[in-house]
């Protein structure tokens, strides 16, 4: 099994930036994709970053081009890093990895874009 915990969450104005980081522990080397989803306000939890094993890395379109996934090769960290921020980008951000079939999710972290 793998374990997963966000941090780097908090309040940042619009137009600023923010990281996000999230560290896994347990099956790592099981691990073949990772990545972010988020659930705003109302609405239904969404995949926003994905990254290969081989590093190949997808985006949703809302987060395309201002935001950027990677993790290190270990696969025990995973990170976002956030610019340009939105309201929009209010969200709670949770990480996940799969591996053997399945997936684990962390426990999810705000994040609020506000003035």
């Known amino acids: 099994q793998v374990q997963l915990v966000e941090s780097g969450g908090g309040l940042v104005q619009p137009g600023g930036s923010l990281r996000l980081s999230c560290a896994a522990s347990?099956?790592?080397?099981?691990?073949?994709?990772m990545g972010w989803y988020r659930q705003r306000p109302g609405k239904q939890r969404g995949v926003i970053a994905t990254?290969?094993?081989?590093?190949?890395?997808d985006y949703s379109d809302p987060v395309k081009g201002r935001f950027t996934v990677s993790r290190d090769n270990a696969k025990t960290a995973l990170f976002l890093q956030m610019n340009e921020l939105k309201l929009e980008d209010t969200a709670v951000y949770y990480c996940f990895a799969a591996y053997n079939g399945t997936a684990s999710w962390g426990q999810g972290i705000q994040v609020t874009v506000s003035s």
């Open positions: 347990g099956n790592t080397f099981s691990i073949y994709t």
């Open positions: 990254i290969t094993q081989s590093g190949a890395t």
